[in-house]
Each structure stands twice: as structure tokens, then as C-alpha cells.
């Protein structure tokens, strides 16, 4: 039987609240807006999406040159600690991705010298560092955790990775995926963490490897990463694409 | 007789509108990031905010904080170097204030134009500390690693959230004072706009 074109909506959900949220600004026009923006229709939305844009580009450059790439996040001692940490996703913690240890491999990719994907045994082999320091999210609240796990540069130097390169991206278990600029990823805080609070990763805090940037909002600490590359191509961000600032320095 | 009377110098009429456009962005969009995780038992209702949801509120947040601290830099420069500060809301006395309150309460406080009755310096001089307030918590929040010794100061970044809110609430509640006293004298709209006005004779 020949099915008429009926819309089945409820299989497009995902997509059309991802497609309500790009269209941030259209969809922002409040009372309040509207008042503020006299005389404006829905149409010049448009405008004020472009202008906001615009903004955001602006605010990633004054960012990148406020960040000082020698100054350190503030570290806390273990009495700080916040318990329990927070679970944040854009899922429920029931869904956080359950990845088997024994044949995980992550993936390096774009300007590096070596492409050897990595065990976690050879990742633990690497010199670890542990930090105290605070996670503060977009939403506003913040938690201090403990994290350890090998510094970013000393892996970059390590595959070969070319450090003049502009971004580093990641992709992650759960669809995920964040980038960071390359001041940020040679940042001596910055580290791919294997453990949390002197334990392995448990899983809703991102087992098996997580990026922990205490110089960056929570949203650009991605977690479950599955693959890592080096790249001059602007790889935006699950958020960011949607409309957070892409720098979010902290 | 009639004579002109002047109110307010153009620039401050100018930076007064930018800043009420800024300062509208600014409180609307913060209810809205505010309300991605209250730090107080309410949230702000979805036709007071700008947005639309967290990530559009923090892009207007952050586009409208250049007009506002573009505008208040100008408006503040001016008012120390010409010595409109100085004029409009000095001297500034607790003795004064005290009277003025007490008249205002029992409706024999008469509106002067082109001069601040002791209340109202008190409170423009406030909102002036609670605007540096904002924005000093503020650029803390926004960078708490770069400026950290700011926060620091303030002690703390869950501390500066407070101060952010509070010094928010003090210019919110200013912002209301102010309106109802327009609806009161609605002249004084008429010499924030065109600057001066004939005065007529004694009301």
C-alpha cells in the first residue's frame, strides 16, 4: 500500500529542536526583544543573528589575546572538593556511553607525524599530572574536582603533532564533539585525563579519557574521546554550532 | 515670564538612551542566563528575558556588554573632566538626605528642575556604585582564570556571582524608583530627550 506523504514528526524531534536552536535568535524574539527592537518583524531576525554572530567572532578574538598562556587556573586542596560532582551532559546520566577498556584505542588524525592509535595502557605509560582546580559551567554554577591524566603538549610533542597548527579537535563516544585553539592545548593545565578524584574516569564523567581545560568553561572539556586531531579547519563544537561563544576562556 | 531652562547636556542625553538600550539587553539577557541555574528558590518569567534560551542569551549578553561599558566609559570620563558629577550630585549630605526623605514621605517634596534634591543624588550616586560593581563582578565572571586576583578579591568566583546579582538587583531597583518618578513628573522625560524647555510659570 502506498503510504501518503505523511510527516512523522515524532522521528524528527532531535533535528527540528537542534534547527529551533540554531535559529537562536529568531526564536529569542521575546516580548522584550520585540519592544526593544521597534518596528522589527520576525524577518529581521536574520539581521540580529548576523550582528550577534558577528559579536561572538569579536569576543573569541579579544579572548585569545587576553589569554595569558602562562597563567595558571587556581588549584584547591582536596578539602575543597566538591561531593558529589555534578553530572552535566545533553543526555541523561542513564545514557552516558559504556566503553569497553580492552579494546578502546583513541585515534589520532590531521598535522601529526605519528597516527599509532592509543591503548589506554600506553596513554598510562605517558607521565600523568593531577590538578585540583575548578569546573565552571555556561549555566553558571560551578564544582571543584580532581583530575590526572597526561598534559596535552607533552602528547602533541609526542605524536609529532604539528604545534603551529590552529585548532585541536575532538570526537567523543557519544556524539560529542568540541575544539580548542592551540594556545589553549599547550596551556601547562591542560591535561587528557584517564582518572577523577584518584580513580579511573567512572563513566558518567567521561570514561576512558577526558579533556580537562581549567582555562575553559565546562562545555569545552569534552568527554569519552575517541579521537583527536590537529588541524588549520575550524572544527566548531556540538554547542558552539549551535550558538555558544566558540573561545569560552575562562 | 519665560525662560529656557537647561537640563541636561546633550551628551548625557545621548549616553542616558544608549545606556537604557544597553542596560535593557543587559538585565534581560542576565535573567535569562540566570535562569539556566537560579542561585536564589525563583527564576525570572520567559517574557522578561532576552534570548530565547541560554546559549542566545549569553550572545546578547556579551555583544550588549560592549555598549555598555563603551557608553559608560564615555559618560563616566565626561562627567569627572566637566565636573558634572561634581555640579549635578555634590555636596552630598546625610543631614540633607534625611530631610528630603522625610518631605518626599509626607508629599512636600517639590520637584525642581535642573536640580537633584538630596535623594535623588543619594541614589544616582548609588546606581553609579552598583554599575562599577557590575561590571567589575562581571568582567570577574567572565574571565575567573585571567583576572583571578580580581576575584580573589571579591572573594571568590561563587562570591562574585552574588555580588553580580546583587549590584543587578540595586540597578533593577533603581531603574523602578526612576520610572514611577517619571510617571509622577512626566516632564523631566520631555528635558531628558530634548535637553531644555520653556519654563512655564510656577506649578
Not at chain 1, 577498556?101 to 590531521?110: C, K, N, P, Q, T
Not at chain 2, 565626561?78 to 518626599?104: E, I, K, M, T, W
Request: aromatic share 12%; proline share 6%; charged share 15%.
Amino acid at each position: 500500500m502506498k503510504r501518503t506523504g505523511r510527516l512523522d514528526l515524532h522521528s524528527h524531534r532531535p533535528a527540528l529542536a537542534r534547527l529551533d536552536r540554531r535559529l537562536f535568535l529568531r526564536g529569542s524574539l521575546s516580548v522584550g526583544a520585540l519592544s526593544l527592537l521597534t518596528g522589527c518583524n520576525l524577518q529581521d531576525g536574520d539581521t540580529v543573528d548576523r550582528v550577534l554572530w558577528a559579536m561572538s567572532r569579536w569576543n573569541d578574538a579579544v579572548q585569545a589575546w587576553l589569554f595569558d598562556p602562562n597563567r595558571l587556573a587556581p588549584t584547591f586542596s582536596p578539602k575543597d572538593i566538591t561531593t558529589p560532582f555534578p553530572f552535566n551532559a545533553f543526555y541523561p546520566q542513564d545514557d552516558a556511553p559504556d566503553i569497553d577498556a580492552s579494546d578502546y584505542a583513541l585515534e589520532v588524525s590531521g598535522l601529526v607525524a605519528e597516527r599509532q592509535a592509543w591503548s589506554l595502557d600506553r596513554l598510562r605509560a605517558l607521565p600523568q599530572q593531577s590538578q585540583i582546580t575548578r569546573h565552571i559551567c555556561i549555566e553558571g554554577w560551578s564544582a571543584i574536582g580532581q583530575w590526572s591524566g597526561v598534559p596535552l603538549r607533552a602528547f602533541l610533542e609526542r605524536i609529532g603533532a604539528d604545534l603551529r597548527g590552529r585548532y585541536v579537535s575532538f570526537k567523543c563516544a557519544d556524539k560529542y564533539y568540541a575544539s580548542i585553539d592551540m594556545a589553549t592545548a599547550l596551556h601547562p593545565q591542560t591535561i587528557l585525563a584517564l582518572d577523577f578524584a584518584g580513580g579511573p574516569l567512572p563513566t558518567q564523567y567521561g570514561f576512558p579519557l577526558k579533556l580537562r581545560v581549567p582555562t575553559k568553561l565546562g562545555f569545552k572539556n569534552p568527554k569519552h574521546i575517541v579521537s583527536l586531531s590537529v588541524t588549520n579547519t575550524y572544527p566548531g563544537g556540538y554547542w558552539e554550532d549551535q550558538g555558544y561563544n566558540w573561545f569560552s576562556g575562562s | 515670564m519665560t525662560a529656557r531652562v537647561s537640563l541636561h547636556p546633550p551628551l548625557v542625553r545621548v549616553t542616558h538612551w544608549v545606556n537604557a538600550l544597553a542596560i535593557g539587553c543587559m538585565l534581560m539577557s542576565g535573567w535569562q542566563i540566570y535562569d539556566a541555574s537560579p542561585l536564589f528558590g525563583f527564576r525570572f518569567p520567559a517574557w522578561a528575558t532576552l534570548g530565547g534560551w541560554l546559549g542566545g542569551a549569553i550572545a546578547w549578553h556579551f555583544a550588549a556588554m560592549w555598549l555598555f561599558v563603551g557608553n559608560s566609559v564615555i559618560y563616566g570620563l565626561y562627567g569627572l573632566l566637566s565636573g558634572h558629577f561634581r555640579r549635578a550630585l555634590l555636596p552630598l549630605r546625610a543631614g540633607d538626605v534625611l530631610r528630603d526623605a522625610l518631605d518626599a514621605a509626607r508629599f512636600r517634596l517639590r520637584h525642581r528642575d535642573g536640580e537633584y534634591n538630596a535623594v535623588q543624588r543619594l541614589s544616582y550616586v548609588l546606581v553609579l556604585l552598583f554599575g562599577a560593581m557590575v561590571v567589575i563582578s562581571g568582567l570577574a565572571l567572565w574571565k575567573p582564570v585571567q583576572f583571578q586576583d580580581m576575584a580573589a578579591a571579591m572573594g571568590g568566583y561563587e562570591v562574585v556571582r552574588r555580588i553580580h546579582f546583587l549590584a543587578m538587583a540595586g540597578i533593577a531597583g533603581f531603574i523602578v524608583v526612576h520610572l514611577v518618578l517619571v510617571l509622577l513628573v512626566p516632564r523631566t522625560l520631555i528635558g531628558m530627550i530634548l535637553g531644555d524647555r520653556t519654563a512655564g510659570p510656577a506649578e
